[in-house]
């Protein structure tokens, strides 16, 4: 059974005298994955970051679990990979792994699984004493990815999560995405590849700080009479 | 308290890997010591070569000190060209009972050394006069002992300006490196988006804080013991009171340096900017240490100096490797160290509130 976890009330946030957010309500559904689309520059980072509570909203509310943002305790609850990779790029995958692991307070043999788990999720399991900087860029992003699962987090939450990563593994990850889904989680992902969009259960459409539409992939296709989301996209950058 | 630990533990071990960060936070504090004791060492034992005419009574070229090098003429030449070309220091001449003296004056050290060096033949020329005047009065009368027998407070004969330096320049070493280093880490967290990371969980802004004093903590603690050893055992330097407080004092300044460091890497969005800051954080500290001598200076100038952690470590350091003294004369300088790392520490902890505000 869904059931909310988080949500953006009338939320508004300035910077200086830039508006980048107006009005959003946005909620989010465990079992689900909700995908923010939108063109560069529409909003979907800080849409996300302000649902954390890692920048501060303007006007309106945030709410986790129903505790408003930020609430430090909350955190735990919570995965979240950003757009940079943010590893250590002179310790292996395993001392970054273990470093946020117990930053998430895992420890023994729990953070040993966790570790495990997550490095053969994202296929690294032969390159944990490898140290990071020798990494690629692939690699580097699927071990972030690794990082953000770590302690079997409520709430994940991606911001293009699979940018450098081919096609085989992006859609090994998807597969892992969906299970999680399917194990009651509740996933908010960002992408630009609208092929991945499509994936996603439900859709937000940003443009210019607003939601301008949200729905499933197929309501959305439907409304637009668009083919693909891909083509719903591009209708809405014509309309806009 | 596990999380402290871990941010502790991968700060060290960050800066163990980085091995050429590491060994310039080791070792070039020991490069530049080396260099500076040599050239302060020479310094103070300054050879001067000085020049006079031939015809000057033999009795004051033997009273001129050892470090003194005369070279006498025959003629007496031109003594702008002399003095360039023969590379002395000072020509003597004597006029009418009257010694007339010209100095190089290129280097005014040189200068100043050479004048003491002729005020004191002088002086010893004069005294043996005396001694022959009495000797040849009739009677019981006898000169005055005039021996001089001096005594050092602090230190002894063999004391360089390098012996005053060096506890300040142990500091600043201390104080430099972990503020440079420490600075650049928080501004490299935050730019590769890990302190980002980091604060998504629900780690303590204060345990970050803390945990970094923890690992670099370390750090300053063998910086301090691979200075103090190598200056003991290479360079032959006395410290004369306890190791103990000589520690103390270092652990403290680094935590100074440390949370300082971290409070202005937050006004610095690259690494060159955070480098734009030694002029205005690093320079200063050197001018009021206690290296250069500022009795004279104006008070309001003088006021500067307390802003300044290295001035109390400073203090303090020569306060127990001079003066061989302990706690009760240092208490002060330790308790506004404690003061600046509670105050920039608080900083610290409010300033990443930009990245999560609870």
Not at chain 2, 64 to 69: G, I, K, L, Q, Y
Request: with cysteine; aromatic share 10%.
């Amino acid at each position: 059974m869904t059931e909310k976890v988080a949500s953006l009330v009338d939320a508004d946030k300035f910077f200086f005298f830039k508006q980048v957010l107006n009005n959003i309500n946005l909620d989010i559904y465990n079992g689900e994955i909700l995908g923010l689309i939108g063109p560069s520059g529409s909003g979907k980072t800080t849409c996300i970051r302000c649902l954390l509570g890692m920048e501060e909203l303007t006007e309106g509310q945030s709410y986790i679990f129903e505790q408003k943002m930020p609430h430090r305790k909350t955190m735990n609850k919570i995965g979240y990979m950003g757009q940079e990779t943010a590893l250590y790029e002179s310790l292996t995958a395993h001392e970054n792994m273990t470093f946020f692991g117990k930053l998430k307070k895992l420890k023994g043999e729990e953070l040993t699984h966790e570790i495990d788990k997550n490095l053969e999720l994202v296929d690294l399991s032969g390159a944990r004493n490898k140290i990071v900087s020798q990494f690629s860029g692939g690699m580097k992003r699927r071990l972030s990815l690794a990082i953000t699962l770590l302690g079997q987090p409520d709430i994940i939450v991606l911001d293009e999560p699979t940018v450098g990563i081919d096609p085989k593994l992006r859609r090994s990850i998807w597969e892992q995405l969906r299970n999680l889904r399917d194990s009651d989680k509740a996933l908010v992902i960002t992408t630009h590849v609208m092929a991945e969009a499509e994936q996603c259960d439900k859709i937000a459409l940003l443009v210019s700080g607003e939601i301008h539409d949200y729905g499933t992939p197929k309501d959305l296709m439907n409304k637009y009479e668009a083919a693909s989301i891909e083509e719903v996209f591009l209708n809405l950058e014509v309309t806009t | 308290m596990t999380r402290l630990l871990a941010i502790s533990k991968k700060v060290a071990l960050e800066l163990f890997r980085d091995q050429r960060t590491l060994a310039l936070m080791l070792l070039a504090p020991l490069v530049v010591i080396t260099l500076m004791y040599f050239i302060f060492d020479v310094n103070n034992d300054m050879d001067v070569r000085i020049g006079m005419p031939d015809t000057i009574d033999e009795q004051f070229i033997e009273s001129m000190p050892d470090e003194v090098e005369v070279v006498t003429y025959a003629l007496k030449p031109t003594l702008s060209t002399l003095l360039d070309n023969d590379d002395l220091d000072a020509f003597i001449d004597v006029n009418d009972n009257e010694f007339v003296v010209t100095y190089h004056n290129e280097d005014p050290s040189q200068t100043t050394a050479a004048k003491q060096m002729i005020q004191a033949t002088v002086q010893n020329v004069t005294r043996d006069s005396a001694n022959e005047m009495f000797e040849s009065m009739p009677g019981d009368a006898t000169m005055p002992n005039m021996d001089i027998t001096e005594n050092y407070l602090y230190g002894d004969e063999d004391s360089t300006f390098f012996d005053k330096m060096f506890p300040i320049l142990m500091g600043f070493f201390v104080f430099f490196f972990v503020f440079l280093i420490s600075g650049m880490a928080l501004l490299k967290e935050r730019t590769m988006g890990t302190m980002e990371r980091m604060l998504a969980t629900s780690v303590k802004r204060s345990e970050v804080v803390l945990g970094y004093m923890g690992g670099y903590g370390g750090y300053a603690i063998i910086q301090t013991v691979i200075i103090v050893l190598y200056s003991i055992y290479l360079l032959n330097m006395t410290i004369e009171g306890s190791m103990v407080w000589v520690f103390v004092i270092s652990i403290l300044l680094a935590m100074g340096a440390l949370v300082i460091g971290m409070f202005i890497s937050t006004f610095a969005n690259t690494e060159f900017q955070m480098v734009q800051f030694i002029p205005l954080i690093i320079v200063p500290q050197i001018f009021f240490s206690g290296i250069i001598p500022l009795d004279n200076i104006s008070d309001w100038i003088a006021v500067i100096g307390y802003v300044f952690p290295l001035s109390y470590a400073g203090e303090a350091l020569t306060e127990v490797m001079i003066k061989g003294h302990g706690f009760a004369h240092i208490w002060q300088e330790l308790l506004v160290l404690v003061g600046f790392i509670v105050l920039f520490t608080l900083l610290d902890i409010f300033g990443l509130r930009k990245y999560r505000k609870v």
